[in-house]
């Protein structure tokens, strides 16, 4: 099983051949998305909304899934290194000394991954993605799960998760909306180069666009070239004037992140994005 979380409501989906796909809203209130404080504000009907989708087991075991957390409940970055060394105990040491200044809280306690992406070397820097929180924000997501006889084996993001659905050849920029958050992804040829998520206090175009048109001079100062196309994903029916407007004052592409035939949803779309890995 997976499951993936936001302020919305939960997705979930069994992980054959033909993902059963099921959603239940959240009231609002009982997640409030946050890099640094506790997420679950009513523990109580977060539990119940897992138990409710949670399928009956007869044998009582406990059983593993995957769940996906919201992106801003983490702080995800990428960070480049002229050398990486080979061995874990470095790794982690030369991560965490990069990531003391980024947090405001001990790194070396916290809950930290990170992975050398493939392709980011060759003879230059090496892009490491780097994903860090507080041990009980994680931990406080994953008891509803574990009190319902399900042990989250594997944890990531929804933006990490979603890069799945991402194919495209040369520089891109993706703007995933999740609700008021706001996540922008620049990939480069398959690499990730650039993470941010952000709290909209308007989650509208203009604010949107205040916040997404600066990724593109970051990208070309930065990364030697222009982005030639800016995916969106999770706008809803906000996506046909974002796409006009973006195309129209960016002068480029803008197109919509798809999953199998159709547009990815809001709130799924690391859950999708999970399912496409898992079919190869």
Known sequence: MVFELSEAGIAMARTGKEPDLNFRPLESGVLSVSPLRD????????????RSMVPTNGSRKRRDAALILPDSCVRI???????????AKEQL??????????????VESAMLSYQAQAGSGNGKKVDVVVAVAPLEIVSRYEAPFRAAAIEPGYVTLSALASLELIHETGTVVVAKLSGRMLTILVVCSGVLKLVRSLELSHPGIPD??????????????NLGGQAQKLLLAGFGGMA???????????????????????????NSLGLLGYLKSLAG
């Open 77 to 87: 970055a990428v960070l480049d290194f002229d050398s990486f060394p080979s061995d």
């Open 208 to 221: 949107i666009a205040s916040d997404l048109y600066p990724t593109f001079v970051y990208t070309e100062d």
């Open 93 to 106: 040491s030369l991560v965490q000394f990069r990531m003391k200044k980024s947090v405001p809280y001990d």
């Open 39 to 50: 997420n679950i504000v009513d523990p109580d009907k977060l539990a119940a909304a897992v």
């Open 240 to 266: 046909g004037e974002a796409q006009d407007q973006f195309s129209r004052e960016l002068h480029l592409p803008v197109e919509l992140v798809r999953a199998g035939a159709g547009v990815a949803a809001e």
